[in-house]
């Protein structure tokens, strides 16, 4: 989960010190839980709400946080003094997040760079190596001009310029990944024989003459979850057109009770299956699979289209189905 990698990376940078006092209120349209969680590394504080309204003061050291609403997480830079009130839809989580008063700035480039961050990993990979490192450049230097901003807090700034050196590592290392899977384009896709919820197992030979979608998840990727609408309006859309949809869980065996169980909850639909050996299983390791959700286009004749398609999110994916599909 790219989105995750990147919360990490600033999660690890938070000190310890001081016992001032943060305010922090939330607006939630849609709201995921009655409760938020704001969290790092030896700290955690949960904010009790009502109808989506979240509001607290509560002692924390300058540094990174994370704000979980129990589906769905960001990243949060709070500072003693500080008094911050979130505005965001949760079915949009990402996109709408906007705060006002005083650290907005600071918390409005972090929610900007986790947009910008997930683009670029997009863009990155369908480029060409030299295209890749031209966007990653280019992106990093437009982020550090943006951090000249004299309004901003100095400790933020110098903390985001250090940890924006590591940023540009793993993005290099995504677009090696992104160099392999464009690879695999074009040739016979690994195959899987898993277990189908519905019953019995079922192989990819089993799709022969279709075009197939799979999406790669875990019924605890928070990512993935958010995908399931949009994925389930995929399916109605074509449900008459020569395409199967396929979703493949990586959850550990000890959790076979809770993909059944959410299988079942959440109505998913298309071919719910189990794989044999989660992040180890040949087929998952024959895509070299390091994060999720991954979404894998196949055709008819079992080689591979695209190694790392767009999410069921994203409308390039509508457009490459029908000029496949000739719909």
């Known amino acids: 989960m790219k989105k995750i990698t990147i919360l990490l990376l600033f999660i690890t940078t938070i000190v310890f010190a001081q016992n001032d006092v943060v305010s922090f209120k939330a607006d939630i349209k849609n709201a995921n839980s009655d409760s938020i969680v704001i969290r790092t590394r030896g700290f955690s504080h949960t904010i009790k709400g009502h109808k989506g309204s979240f509001k ?8 990174f946080y994370q704000l979980f609403d129990g589906t769905e997480q960001t990243s949060l830079y ?22 006002i008063g005083k650290g907005e700035k ?29 966007a990653i450049t280019a992106k990093l230097e437009a982020l550090e001009n943006k951090l000249d901003d004299p309004e901003m807090d100095a400790d933020f700034k110098n903390m985001v310029k ?32 898993y277990e189908n919820y519905a019953g019995g197992s079922t192989s990819l030979e089993d799709f022969k003459g279709k075009y197939v979608y799979i999406d790669v998840w875990a019924t605890w990727c928070g990512p993935c979850r958010q995908q399931i609408p949009y994925l389930q309006k995929l399916e109605e859309e074509y449900k008459d057109e020569d395409i199967a949809f396929v979703s493949i869980s990586i959850d550990k065996e000890k959790d076979h009770g809770k993909w059944q169980k959410m299988v079942e909850s959440q109505s998913l639909g298309g071919t719910q299956l189990f794989a044999d050996n989660d992040w180890n299983s040949e087929w998952t390791k024959g895509f070299g699979i390091n994060s999720i959700p991954r979404f894998i286009l196949i055709d008819p004749q079992g080689n591979i289209v695209n190694a790392d398609a767009p999410r069921p999110s994203d409308p390039s994916l509508k457009q490459k189905l029908d000029k496949l599909l000739k719909k």
């Open 56 to 63: 607290d003061t509560f002692k924390a050291s300058p540094g």
């Open 78 to 99: 709070l500072k003693p003094g500080f008094d911050l009130s979130l505005k965001m839809d949760a079915k949009k989580f990402d996109e709408s997040i906007k705060y």
């Open 106 to 134: 600071e918390n409005n480039f972090l929610a900007q760079l986790m947009l910008d961050m997930e683009q670029l990993s997009d863009k990155i990979a369908q480029a060409t190596p030299e295209e890749q490192n031209t």
């Open 162 to 193: 250090m940890q924006l050196q590591g940023q540009k590592k793993q993005l290099q290392m995504m677009a090696e990944q992104a160099a392999k899977n464009n690879a695999l384009n074009g040739k016979p896709s690994p195959v899987f024989n």
